[in-house]
Structure formats: structure tokens, C-alpha cells
């Protein structure tokens, strides 16, 4: 049992992530040039649309543009990506962002794909994701980048450990699992056919949980002193981790709200103004 645990804090982390930026926008500023980050979401779901609210309202407290690109949840996957396309081509924008999930007859992986590479500031192109895994200069996808980011402002020791990825999506799971393996860590990634899981989850050292399923981590699948990290966002702001039953066996966790969810919106950020620092050779 640990009676202490640290609380990881994601407002305090994206604070600081947003801070090193002011500088930087202000500099682009100074020579005439505003990052910009376009914005898609297809359909309405309100859920999605409050997302892509928060990430339009974090550009504008840091002097980013942004544009929000609303379509029908009738778009077909060619109307997407030529709304993409036109997105590559403008001088403008920086970074574009199409919002997950789309309504289930769009081809998601190839409207992500037809995100021009240097674009990609949400990590979601195969390329990206390619380069991600490698270990190359690409944006990484936001949430994994946030999870790192959490990682290194608490100094939490990663190589050598055992991490435990719960789920294997290819904008989540499967990149930070990719991440984490580049920082050293012993990785393995479970999923919904996994045999044993909390046999699998009782030997973390770290624990990222990425399911998609309320209150899913149980609190006595935590070895005592695990550090545990949640990026679910169910509805209700409602996290992947029972976060009351394993705050006792933690040595430092996220909450949600306030955890991974703003430090993701940080890293938006930051990957906007470096694409744009990139595009005008300003940095
Ligand atoms: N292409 C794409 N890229 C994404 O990065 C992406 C996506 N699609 N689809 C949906 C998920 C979800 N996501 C969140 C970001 C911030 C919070 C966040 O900041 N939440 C606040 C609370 C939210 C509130 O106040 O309503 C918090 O945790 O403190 C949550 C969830 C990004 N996603």
C-alpha cells in the first residue's frame, strides 16, 4: 500500500508545455506569420464537437488561428478527403486535424493518409506513425505524446520498466506502445482478445490504460507502487481507470478529468507551432 501517491497534474504539465510557446507564436508573429490549425469533424456528435470546441478555444488563448471544417455526417470518404486536399494546399494552415472517430461508411485510414505528411500535427498518418515507431522527428500522435510529456515533467523512471498498454488502437495503443519502447521500456500491449489481462497487468511497472471502457483498470490489478496512466475519455468524463480503487496501490497517478486530456490539447499545440515554424524556416 502506498498512502501517498502523486496525483499526476495535466493542467500543471500543459501549463508548462503552453508557456514555452508564447515566445515562439509571438516570434512567428513578429515576422508576419500566424499557425494555424484546421480543424474536421464529420456529423454531430456532441461529444466530438465539444472536443473540437476545446482545441479551437486553446488556439485562440495562444494566438493560433484556427479553422473548423464542419461536414455532414453524409460525407462520403472522397468528399472528405478533397476537403483535405484543398486543407494540403492552402499556404495558411499549418496543421489539420481530423476528429475521431467518423461515421462508421467513411474510410477513416485513407482520409487520415490524405493529410499532407508535414501537416500531420495529430500524428495520425501511417507515415507518422512509421516514423513514430522508429524513433524519427514526425509529430506523434497527441495523446501518446501527451502521456510521454506527463512521464518526463514527474522525471518518471521509464527504461528498464515493464510497461502495460491496455489497447491497440492505431492513434493510441499502438503508438505509445511504440514510444514507450523507444524510451526503454519493456512493453506489452493487451488488448479486447487478450487471455489473463490482469495477470498481464499486475506485473507493470507502468500501466497506460487506452481501452475505451469506463472504470475498466480494477484497482487490485495494480502492483503496489505502479505508476498509472489514463487516457480514456468516456462520456461524462469518465476515465478507463477506477481511479478511487487504484489511487491506493499507485505511486502516481492521473485523474480524469484534469489528467491526460489537457496535456493532449498541449501537445496540439505545440505540434501546430512547430509545423509552422518548419514551413517558414523560423525557428
Ligand atoms: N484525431 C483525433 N485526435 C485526438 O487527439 C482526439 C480525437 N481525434 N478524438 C477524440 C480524442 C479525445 N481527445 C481528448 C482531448 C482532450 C480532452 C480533455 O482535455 N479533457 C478534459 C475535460 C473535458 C471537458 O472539460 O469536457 C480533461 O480531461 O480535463 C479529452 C479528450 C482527443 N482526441
Known amino acids: 500500500m502506498n498512502n ?10 500543459a501549463a508548462e508545455i503552453k508557456e514555452r510557446l508564447a515566445p ?32 479551437g478555444n486553446a488556439c485562440k488563448r495562444l494566438g493560433l488561428r484556427s479553422i473548423r471544417i464542419d461536414l455532414p455526417s453524409a460525407t462520403t470518404t ?17 496543421g489539420i486535424l481530423l476528429q475521431h472517430p467518423v461515421p462508421g461508411h467513411i474510410d477513416e ?3 487520415f493518409d490524405a493529410i499532407a505528411m508535414d501537416k500531420d500535427v495529430d500524428g495520425v498518418t501511417t507515415q507518422g506513425f512509421a516514423q513514430t515507431a522508429f524513433g524519427f522527428a514526425a509529430f506523434p500522435s497527441c495523446t501518446p505524446a501527451a502521456i ?23 492513434i493510441l495503443g499502438k503508438p505509445v506502445s511504440a514510444m514507450l519502447l523507444n524510451q526503454d521500456a ?17 506485473s507493470a511497472d507502468i500501466v497506460v490504460a487506452a481501452v475505451g471502457k469506463p472504470n475498466f483498470v480494477r484497482g487490485d490489478w495494480i502492483k503496489p507502487g ?28 492521473t485523474p480524469v478529468p484534469a489528467g491526460v486530456g489537457p496535456v493532449t490539447i498541449a501537445m496540439l499545440m505545440k505540434h ?12
Not at 496512466?229 to 480503487?245: H, K, R
Not at 501546430?272 to 514551413?279: G, I, L, P, R
Open 4 to 13: 501517498s501517491p502523486i496525483i499526476l497534474d495535466g493542467n500543471c504539465v
Open 24 to 55: 515562439r507564436v509571438a516570434k512567428l508573429g513578429a515576422n508576419g506569420i500566424v499557425p494555424c490549425l484546421a480543424t474536421i469533424l464529420v456529423g454531430d456528435d456532441p461529444a466530438s464537437a465539444t472536443y473540437v470546441r476545446m482545441k
Open 78 to 94: 472522397e468528399e472528405l478527403i478533397a476537403a483535405i486536399r484543398e486543407l494540403n494546399r492552402d499556404p495558411a494552415v499549418h
Open 109 to 111: 485510414r485513407a482520409a
Open 148 to 170: 510521454m510529456a506527463i512521464l518526463a515533467y514527474y522525471k518518471l523512471p521509464v527504461a528498464g520498466k515493464h510497461a502495460v498498454v491496455i489497447g491497440r488502437s492505431p
Open 186 to 202: 519493456t512493453v506489452t500491449t493487451c488488448h479486447s482478445k487478450t487471455e489473463g489481462l490482469p495477470s498481464f497487468v499486475r
Open 226 to 253: 505502479a505508476v498509472v496512466l489514463d487516457a480514456g475519455y468516456n462520456p461524462g468524463n469518465v476515465g478507463d481507470v477506477d481511479y478511487e480503487a487504484c489511487l491506493p496501490q499507485a505511486s502516481a497517478i
Open 272 to 283: 501546430t507551432v512547430d509545423a509552422a515554424e518548419k514551413a517558414s524556416g523560423t525557428n
